[in-house]
C-alpha cells in the first residue's frame, strides 16, 4: 500500500527568507508526486509534479521541489516566502501501475509571518 | 476555460437522512474522483468515475455510492447520515485517469450532520 508522511503539523518562517515543506513517501515502483495548496474554505490548487527526468521540478507561485528517491523524499521549496503563501500544503502520491490513486498526506500548515 | 464546478456549496443535513452532491469537470476530462476532508483526518480518496465506470473505491462504507452521467459528471450519494460524514467533500477530474495525470479540484461542497 502507499503512503506519504508530512512530518511537521506546521511551519513558520517569516516573510522573505526560504522556507522547505517536507514530504516522504512509500509506494511500489517509481511513484508520481504531487504537491497541491489549500486555501481557508477552498479547494485544492495544483502546484507542481513529479512524474520522470530532472529531480527538480518547478511550479506556481515560485516554488519547486526535489525529488530524492534514496530518501524517499519529495520536499517542497521556495527562495523567499511570502505573507500570501500561508495555507494548508498537501502532498501525494501515485503509484505508477493498476487503478492506483492519489494518497495524501496529512497536510501542512505553512505561516509565513511579516 | 470554467474549473471543476461543485454543487451545493453548503448543506445541513440531519442523521439519517439522505444527500446528494454534484459535480461537473473541465471540459474534455473523463475521469471525476471523490475525496472526503474530515477535520483532522486529511484527504480520504472515496470513489474514481471513468467513461461511466467506477474504477476505484476507498475503505468507505456501502452508503456511500455515486454514479457518472454520459456528459462526464458525477454525483455523489449518502444514505443514513451519521454524524462523522460532516466534512468538506472535493471532487476532481482529469483527461483519462491516467496515473501521470493531474487532478484538478474543485472548491468542494461543506456538509454538515446534525
Known amino acids: 500500500a502507499q503512503s506519504v508522511a508530512q512530518p511537521e503539523d506546521q511551519v513558520n518562517v517569516a516573510e522573505g527568507n526560504p522556507l522547505t515543506v517536507k514530504c516522504t513517501y512509500s509506494?511500489?515502483?517509481?511513484?508520481?508526486l504531487f504537491w497541491y495548496v489549500q486555501y481557508p474554505n477552498r479547494g485544492l490548487q495544483f502546484l507542481l509534479k513529479?512524474?520522470?527526468?530532472?529531480?527538480l521540478v518547478k511550479g506556481s507561485y515560485g516554488f519547486e521541489a526535489e525529488f530524492n528517491k534514496s530518501q524517499t523524499s519529495f520536499h517542497l521549496k521556495k527562495p523567499s516566502a511570502l505573507v500570501s503563501d500561508s495555507a494548508l500544503y498537501f502532498c501525494?502520491?501515485?503509484?505508477?501501475?493498476?487503478?492506483?490513486?492519489?494518497?495524501f498526506g496529512k497536510g501542512t500548515m505553512l505561516l509565513v509571518s511579516p | 476555460e470554467a474549473g471543476v464546478t461543485q454543487s451545493p456549496t453548503h448543506l445541513i443535513k440531519t442523521r439519517g437522512q439522505q444527500v446528494t452532491l454534484r459535480c461537473s469537470p473541465i471540459s474534455g476530462h473523463t475521469s471525476v474522483y471523490w475525496y472526503q476532508q474530515a477535520l483532522g483526518l486529511g484527504l480520504q480518496f472515496l470513489l474514481w468515475?471513468?467513461?461511466?465506470?467506477?474504477?476505484n473505491r476507498g475503505n468507505f462504507p456501502p452508503r456511500f455510492s455515486g454514479r457518472q452521467f454520459p456528459n462526464y459528471s458525477s454525483e455523489l450519494n449518502v444514505n443514513a447520515l451519521e454524524l462523522e460524514d460532516s466534512a468538506l467533500y472535493l471532487c476532481a477530474s482529469d483527461d483519462r485517469g491516467r496515473r501521470t495525470d493531474t487532478q484538478y479540484f474543485g472548491p468542494g461542497t461543506r456538509l454538515t450532520v446534525l
Open positions: 509506494v511500489s515502483g517509481n511513484p508520481y
Open positions: 501525494a502520491v501515485r503509484a505508477p501501475r493498476g487503478y492506483s490513486t492519489l494518497t
Open positions: 468515475y471513468d467513461e461511466g465506470e467506477e474504477r
Open positions: 513529479y512524474i520522470t527526468g530532472d529531480n
